[in-house]
């Protein structure tokens, strides 16, 4: 199976050389990838600077590697910097709450001008393996404030680990809740229109035709859990939301030191535990292939109904 790789980082410690990635991406069949910008809490380097790494990475690539700028909510001027980095095309955006929740003041006017702008988020979701005490923030419960935001798409890393049980519950309230939407727009379920939010998240399209804006919650499965742990993620996930076209995966790699060695028996894992649990190939290739490109709003999103 071919794989496209949504949570890969920058480091900043190499002269981007696109070029020997994707040499390497063709030993794995990994047909493209997202990647984060250099990390903003890093000193050594400026916003514009930051910003430049990125883009040298990802111009003249377009469609393959698509640039995500990784910001902090606290950092200087920020609201300037979520615009200049969306004028200068960014697919998305990428945070690590650290050291605040989600539904603070301050990185919710944030997310708020990034839903403005039509741009997903990527978020960082479970315990941070280093020697901050940030897990209280990291927890995916707390995600539950994105069903206030109107049209969003946002994504939880590391399936919350080792919260996952917490994430797909909270999973399944946006992906179950989106279907009563649906049905209420096809018509096929009018008890729902009785929901005030339901009415709420109901439009009329350019076509004069019903349709619908929400909030959207993806899953993105970067390790975090592994072994049995992921088994029984992946087992739990099929078993509540057979159909679901909101889960993605990435590999946490560098790719200005993208390590062979581990990305192909993590690539082998995952697709020995594909066979193994007997996860149709359709729903395989949405997986790691095509539910990335609707969180970036590169196709049309499909009905869940």
């Not at 939010?197 to 859990?225: F, Q, S």
Request: glycine share 6%.
């Amino acid at each position: 199976m071919k794989i496209f790789d949504a949570h890969m980082h920058l480091n900043g410690g190499q002269t981007p050389d696109p070029k020997e990635l994707l040499k390497k991406f063709e030993e794995v069949d990994v047909i493209g990838a997202c990647l984060f910008s250099i990390d903003p809490e890093d000193p050594s380097f400026t916003f514009k600077e930051r910003m430049d790494n990125l883009f040298k990475w990802t111009d003249g690539y377009e469609g393959i590697l698509y640039p995500v700028a990784w910001i902090h909510p606290f950092e200087d001027d920020v609201l300037n910097k979520v615009r200049e980095a969306a004028k200068r095309g960014v697919a998305a955006f990428k945070f690590i709450p650290d050291v605040y929740h989600v539904n603070d003041e301050q990185p919710t006017k944030v997310f708020r001008l990034i839903e403005e702008l039509g741009l997903p988020i990527f978020f960082h979701t479970g315990m941070c393996y280093d020697f901050h005490e940030s897990a209280q923030f990291c927890n995916p419960v707390d995600w539950e404030c994105f069903v206030k935001y109107r049209n969003i798409r946002v994504s939880i890393a590391h399936a919350g680990f080792p919260w996952c049980d917490e994430a797909l519950h909270l999973f399944s309230k946006y992906y179950y809740n989106g279907r009563k939407l649906q049905r209420a727009v096809a018509g096929t379920e009018t008890t729902y229109l009785g929901y005030p939010w339901i009415k709420e998240h109901m439009i009329t399209n350019e076509n004069g035709e019903p349709d619908y804006v929400m909030p959207e919650l993806y899953l993105d499965t970067t390790p975090g859990p592994s072994g049995t742990f992921r088994e029984a993620l992946f087992k739990n996930l099929i078993s509540w939301c057979p159909n679901n076209r909101r889960v993605f995966y990435g590999s946490d790699q560098y790719a200005d030191n993208y390590q062979l060695k581990y990305v192909k028996p993590a690539l082998q894992r995952e697709r020995d535990l594909m066979k193994r649990l007997e996860v149709p190939a359709n729903m395989v290739e949405d997986m790691f292939q095509n539910n990335i490109k609707r969180f970036l709003g590169l196709v049309p999103r499909i009905s869940d109904i």
